[in-house]
């Protein structure tokens, strides 16, 4: 009989150490986790609502609005109408885990277990965040961004620096770029490139092709539109990045700060696109290593069972007509899909080796889980792995909702053999930030006249933009680009179904 | 893999403090609007208490490019009856509509909490004290206690030590005392020596040394210093509040509880300004006494109407009580207006030969029945005399209130920051 790590609810930092050492060896022992190096922290409540307004950052530069955050959250917190999460986690090297002082040593466990290991494996080893997020660097870049930040004060003012802030804020969700960049090819490459292009024409040189004739030349007009198109690197998506490398009037100083709110957003991104898969992987690991603990009689059986309590309130979810109810329950869908693969891979039905023929049966639990821990996001994940028993079990259903139908809302899929592939691709759909972000763009600028500003917001499924946030997004845009802003809303067959058209406030004179 | 394990319970809190208080600064006419609001609900003895206000979400927005209306697609959980094709009614807040409305709908107004200083601060911000400039140094208890450079003798508990080795080192330096490196150089050489004449010369030259470094002290008592306090007189502005309110029958509860408000916000704008501040309470029906705050607003008491009385009793109380050079003296007086006719002009030459010179700032505050609108009745006895005395240039300032939301707008409008407050007033 091994020894218990910890007796009751009491725990000092020597049982912290030893509870992570346990969880640890499981982790890397049993399930074979591959992560960061860990530096656990303990905060007390007012910490953790400092961390809270601060995007759960350790160090953040000073802003307005997370004061607001603060002190939303501080009274709602205050009058009892928010609990606490038990714990905050980092995507950092070493991977910083933020615990409560107040909870018990079973809930020390599982948030060690939970953060330190679960969310510490996927931050390392999902494809999104190898791509996107730097984790040795954050929290460099942050202190870097702090102080630049501090600096931009002094020098140019508290009210400009806010100024610039708050309209960086206002398009941070437009700061992102969805696809990585073409990498520069380095000059040795480029030749070698060149090269073997040459050497192909060569090979394929034939006489005739210069007898074929070419459709009607160009007129100057388009040419020259489609020249300052591409020098302006449009269409592009990104307004941040855009309005960072090409707004006419901007000081070096803003141009930076943009750029410091564009790097941030970059940076949670890939948190946006792995709700699920990130909350799933996390509850899946931690309830692996507390049931391990348990088994290896670390874990007395009461503090198991308060472990199993505060498990399913984690992933309960309330069905649609549950005054509870707000959506799918991450943790709840996650940990679901993640105990089915096991039970797909280990126990197969029938229905599993039709669905799921690559995995059912194969008995690597482990494996099969890393890799789709690895290589999806939660649209893919749920597109791929949710299977027709967790539709059952869920009992999911389709509605769909169109406002000119007079009948009302239609039920257009069940949870039965003709709506499965349905309500999963569906389901999937509601979980692509594709689908959820409005698709705004610049696609124009009008250099030779007045120097508008020409975006486009593509309109999918009639759901247009709220007229006054998008006044005021378009107002600060206006402020940062300097001339007027055009935002046209067209639906798929290019018709127009709105337009706006914002200038530009005109700056203090005492600033400017 | 290596663990850290760190305790992050004693780092110093309010990490978030300067932002909060840049979203204070931001949303100040808000707030500041949101503060008066709440104090006109509460009542005045709480109004410094802090606590919870709301402010309208638009001021503080933060706009996002957001989304809604058009088609809807939504894959919920739990289906209990519907079969593919089913049609669900719309009813405004319809059971199946409840998935997740976006995050900008649930908060249209912004609650927060804030502390009892913040409020205060808030509260008062913008109002100024009419006629600062009478400002007395008390003599009592008025020392404080100030750096003042460093002395030569003192208490133990007081060297400076920083400043002590820095003279000591100084010293030194100019008394040319041989450094423990010198010495030990010479020792290696007269070591290494093999000559003995040049020997005994270094050995000559290490005596002397070792003897100047022994005359020499590393240090010396006439090094060391102490760090000196000296007390300062700190100047404790005073002042005394007089409240005089007329409590003949013609007063109601709700007059006399408008009053009751306007003294409050008095007393706690004085509070913030002055370190001491003492309030008399005079009440008079036709004659004046000199009560406390509880008979004051409650007692009962009835009578015909004599202003003068009270003015009588305030003079005489300055003059016993309250040297005019040593206190700032304020007067408040609220009345209903009724004065007996006989009594104007003893008291217009009370208030402008006695009370005014000595007041920095008198206000009259007339208090009228809830609903009837002061402004539309001819104007009371009491107050067409003090009109008077002000046009005639007395500094005076008035104004009518009946209803307990007018209080604050007036006592803000009295003291609203301004060149002088004794200027022209009232509608």
Redesign the interface.
């Known amino acids: 009989m091994t020894e218990h790590l910890f007796e009751g609810a009491d725990w000092d ?1 020597h049982t ?2 030893r509870i ?2 346990a969880c ?1 060896e499981v982790a890397l022992k049993d399930l074979g986790l591959d ?1 960061y ?8 409540a ?2 953790m ?2 961390a809270y ?2 995007v759960g950052m350790p160090l953040f530069y ?7 955050h ?3 959250h ?2 709602s917190y ?1 009058k009892g109408l928010m609990g606490l999460a038990y714990e905050i986690v980092i995507n950092s090297s ?1 991977c910083i885990s ?1 615990l409560m ?1 107040e909870n018990t040593a079973t809930m020390q466990t599982l948030v060690i277990a939970h953060a330190a290991f679960g969310h510490n494996h996927f931050f390392k080893n999902n494809y999104l965040f190898k791509q996107w997020t730097d984790a040795d660097g954050i929290l460099d870049y942050l202190d870097f961004a702090k102080n630049y930040v501090m600096q931009c004060e002094e020098r140019y003012g508290r009210i400009e620096v ?1 100024r610039t802030l ?1 309209a960086a ?2 398009l ?3 700061g992102i770029d969805r696809y990585p960049g073409k990498k520069k090819l380095d000059l040795r490459a480029e030749e070698k490139r060149a090269g073997r292009r040459r050497q192909h024409e060569e090979e394929v040189f034939n006489d005739l092709w210069r007898t074929v004739p070419k459709g009607a030349a160009k007129s100057r007009s388009t040419l020259s539109i489609e020249r300052r198109r591409k020098l302006l690197g449009l269409p592009q998506e990104n307004l941040l990045y855009f309005l960072e490398k090409s707004a006419p009037r901007l000081a070096p100083w803003q141009r930076e700060l943009l750029r410091i709110v564009r790097h941030i957003a970059q940076y949670f991104y890939p948190q946006s696109q792995t709700k699920v898969m990130n909350e799933g992987t996390a509850t899946y690991v931690h309830y692996r290593i507390m049931t391990k603990l348990h088994e290896q009689g670390r874990i007395t059986d009461g503090n198991f069972l308060e472990f199993l309590g505060s498990h399913t309130n984690v992933v309960f ?6 005054p509870r ?4 329950n991450p943790y709840a869908l996650g940990f679901a899909v993640m105990q089915d693969i096991e039970r797909i891979v280990t126990n197969p039905e029938d229905e599993d080796r039709e669905w799921f023929p690559d995995i059912a049966g194969t008995n690597d639990v482990m494996g099969v889980l890393r890799d789709v821990w690895a290589n999806y996001r939660d649209e893919s994940f749920i597109g791929q792995f949710l299977s027709p028993k967790l539709m059952r079990h ?11 139908e007079r ?10 053999e ?2 499965f592939r349905r ?1 999963r691709r ?2 999937a ?2 979980h692509d930030v594709g689908y959820i ?2 698709n ?1 763009e610049v696609v124009d600028v009008d250099l030779s006249g007045d120097r508008r500003l020409i975006l486009h ?1 593509h ?8 007229e ?3 006044k ?2 378009l107002q ?1 845009l206006a402020d940062l680009w300097t001339y007027d802003v055009a935002l046209i809303e067209v639906d798929a067959n290019d018709k127009v179904l709105r337009e706006y058209v914002v200038s530009p406030r005109p700056i203090p004179a005492a600033v400017a | ?9 004693l ?1 110093p ?1 309010g ?2 403090l ?10 100040k006419s808000l707030v500041q609007g949101a503060v008066k609001k709440t104090s006109q609900e509460r009542d005045i003895k709480d109004v410094l208490e802090g606590g ?1 206000v709301t402010i309208p979400l638009d001021g ?21 009856k ?9 009813s405004g807040q ?7 409305p976006g995050e ?1 709908d649930s ?1 249209d107004a ?4 804030l502390s009892r200083d913040e409020f205060v601060d808030l509260f008062l911000d913008d109002l100024e004290l009419p006629d600062l400039a009478k400002r007395k140094i008390a003599q009592t208890e008025s020392e404080g206690i100030q750096r003042a450079g460093y002395t030569t003798s003192g208490s133990p508990a007081n060297i400076s030590v920083s400043r002590t080795v820095k003279l000591a080192l100084a010293r030194r330096i100019a008394l040319k005392r041989p450094r423990k490196e010198e010495i030990e150089e010479l020792e290696a050489a007269i070591a290494a020596c093999e000559d003995e004449d040049e020997r005994t010369e270094l050995v000559a030259q290490l005596e002397r040394l070792k003897a100047k470094s022994r005359r020499i002290p590393f240090i010396d008592p006439l090094d060391i210093r102490y760090r000196r306090f000296e007390t300062v007189p700190r100047p404790v502005a005073q002042a005394v509040m007089f409240c005089l309110m007329d409590v003949s029958g013609s007063m109601s509860e709700h007059m006399k509880d408008l009053a009751k408000r306007f003294y409050m916000l008095l007393y706690v704008f004085l509070k913030r300004r002055y370190k001491h501040v003492e309030i008399v309470f005079i009440r008079h029906t036709d004659r004046a006494e000199e009560v406390d705050e509880q008979t004051f607003f409650y007692g009962p008491a009835s009578g015909g109407t004599l202003v003068s009385s009270a003015l009588q009793a305030m003079h005489e109380i300055v003059r016993e009580r309250f040297n005019p050079s040593d206190w700032n003296i304020y007067a408040a007086q609220a009345s209903d207006g009724d004065n007996s006719y006989s009594d104007g002009e003893l008291t217009g030459m009370l208030l402008t030969d006695k009370i005014l010179p000595v007041c920095q700032f008198f206000a009259y505050l007339e208090v009228g029945e809830s609903g009837g609108s002061a402004f539309d009745l001819s104007d009371s006895s009491l107050w067409s005399l003090y009109e008077r005395l002000r046009n005639s240039g007395a500094p005076l300032s008035m104004r009518k209130v009946s209803e307990r939301s007018e209080i604050f707008p007036v006592f803000h409008d009295l003291f609203q920051r301004r060149e002088t407050a004794q200027e022209k007033a009232a509608p």
Do not use: C
Request: hydrophobic residues 35%; aromatic residues 10%; charged residues 30%.
């Open positions: 930092f912290l150490q992570t050492d640890e992560v190096p860990n530096q656990i922290e303990v905060i007390t007012e910490q609502l400092d307004s601060s000073k802003h307005w609005s997370f004061g607001k603060f002190a939303f501080e009274a205050r070493p933020y002082e806010e708050d804020h206002a941070m969700s437009h979810q309330p069905e649609f007509d549950d109810f707000s959506g799918f869920f009992r999911m259903f389709h509605l769909h909702d169109d406002p000119e009948a009302g809302i239609r039920v257009d899929a069940i949870h039965d003709r709506g309500v569906e389901l759909r509601q972000d409005a705004i917001h309109v999918i499924k009639g759901a247009q933009l709220n006054t946030d998008a005021r997004v600060h | 893999m290596p663990i850290h394990i760190i305790d992050r319970r780092n809190g990490k978030s300067e932002n909060r208080q840049r979203f204070l600064r931001r949303a919870e503080m927005h933060e706009p996002r490019f957001r989304r809604e209306g058009g088609t809807r697609d939504m894959v919920l959980p739990g289906n209990k519907f079969i593919e094709g089913d049609y669900l009614q719309r319809g059971s199946a509509k409840s998935s997740g900008g908060e912004f609650r927060f909490v």
